[in-house]
T-cell receptor, first 109, second 115 residues
Framework: GQNIDQPTEMTATEGAIVQINCTYQTSGFNGLFWYQQHAGEAPTFLSYNVLDGLEEKGRFSSFLSRSKGYSYLLLKELQMKDSASYLCAVTDSNYQLIWGAGTKLIIKP | IAGITQAPTSQILAAGRRMTLRCTQDMRHNAMYWYRQDLGLGLRLIHYSNTAGTTGKGEVPDGYSVSRANTDDFPLTLASAVPSQTSVYFC??????????????FGEGSRLTVL
């Protein structure tokens, strides 16, 4: 079956750096997305990786290794507003989006 | 402000009743989707539409139907609601369909409780 694994919950300190991992096992691969979802709100797009390597966008970076079926989202200079769930999603060979259950990130002062 | 509008935002419904969740987008996106989100699970695709006039089944289509009469509207109907359909429903759209890998834009969600 197809599977996306990410930690259920993580805690980090304001101003610090946190890395949220995502491993996937899917039938084929056509890209990986990260979305942010604040409690009670809609998911919003953060990043998209289709080639191996690191994509940087301000305080957020996303890394992909297709051979390892692995990605991470790196958040730097954490702010309280970064408290949210982070959703990893992979597009499989049929271009279906397979979603992970999300990682709830708690930021402490 | 351009985006996706869902209605209602919240609804409590008796089992066996019919319910339609409305979704309208003004971005002229070709593709639209309905997802449900349940605690501890990833978003699950119910139905999708790659373009006006066409629809397709997602991962969990049973008990739901959709229509796409025009580009902007994509209503989701529960013909006879059951308690297992208690969930948060998100409508989403993208410029391109499932054969591409475009960013999804989500509505604010509709929280449905079936008693």
């Amino acid at each position: 079956g197809q599977n996306i694994d990410q930690p259920t919950e993580m805690t980090a300190t304001e101003g610090a750096i946190v890395q949220i991992n995502c491993t996937y096992q899917t039938s084929g691969f056509n890209g990986l997305f990260w979305y942010q979802q604040h409690a009670g709100e809609a998911p919003t797009f953060l990043s998209y990786n289709v080639l191996d390597g690191l994509e940087e966008k301000g305080r957020f970076s996303s890394f992909l290794s297709r051979s390892k079926g692995y990605s991470y989202l790196l958040l730097k200079e954490l702010q309280m507003k970064d408290s949210a769930s982070y959703l990893c999603a992979v597009t499989d060979s049929n271009y279906q989006l397979i979603w992970g259950a999300g990682t709830k990130l708690i930021i402490k002062p | 402000i351009a985006g996706i509008t869902q209605a209602p935002t919240s609804q409590i419904l008796a089992a066996g009743r019919r319910m339609t969740l409305r979704c309208t987008q003004d971005m002229r996106h070709n593709a639209m989707y309905w997802y449900r989100q349940d605690l501890g699970l990833g978003l699950r695709l119910i139905h999708y539409s790659n373009t006006a006039g066409t629809t397709g089944k997602g991962e969990v289509p049973d008990g739901y139907s959709v229509s796409r009469a025009n580009t902007d509207d994509f209503p989701l109907t529960l013909a006879s609601a059951v308690p297992s359909q208690t969930s948060v429903y998100f409508c989403a759209s993208s410029e391109e369909g499932l054969a591409e890998t475009g960013e999804l834009f989500f509505g604010e969600g509709s929280r449905l409780t079936v008693l």
